[in-house]
Nanobody, 119 residues
Framework: QVQLVESGGGLVQAGGSLRLSCAASGRTFTTYHMAWFRQAPGEERKFVARITRAGSSTYYTDSVKGRFTISRDNAKNTVYLQMNSLKPEDTAVYYC????????????WGQGTQVTVSS
């Protein structure tokens, strides 16, 4: 069992930055690929970024490439999402997720953190 707790969301003006954190419980953090998803009002939850177990590879959805950076600190059982040059269309609830297998869907989800970007 893995528990994920996100933090760092808030209200920011367009062009600003936020850093989201996701703290994981347990001793098995390094066995999970970690990802961020987001869900805007009235829309389905969508993939944002993913990082492999050791942090050697990262993947991003096209709309955030060059603006967002996913990273992880395995010593702290934490994954981060640095978000720069934020746009109003980035407004959503952001969820952290853990997957045992890279090709499979998430096994665990966090509760989400709200990010609101004002124009």
């Amino acid at each position: 069992q893995v528990q994920l707790v996100e933090s760092g969301g808030g209200l920011v003006q367009a062009g600003g930055s936020l850093r989201l954190s996701c703290a994981a419980s347990g001793r098995t953090f390094t066995t999970y690929h970690m990802a961020w998803f987001r869900q805007a009002p009235g829309e389905e939850r969508k993939f944002v970024a993913r990082i492999t177990r050791a942090g050697s590879s990262t993947y991003y959805t096209d709309s955030v490439k060059g603006r967002f950076t996913i990273s992880r600190d395995n010593a702290k059982n934490t994954v981060y999402l640095q978000m720069n040059s934020l746009k109003p269309e980035d407004t959503a609830v952001y969820y952290c997720a853990a997957s045992r297998y890279e090709s499979a869907g998430p096994d665990y989800w966090g509760q989400g953190t709200q990010v609101t970007v004002s124009s």
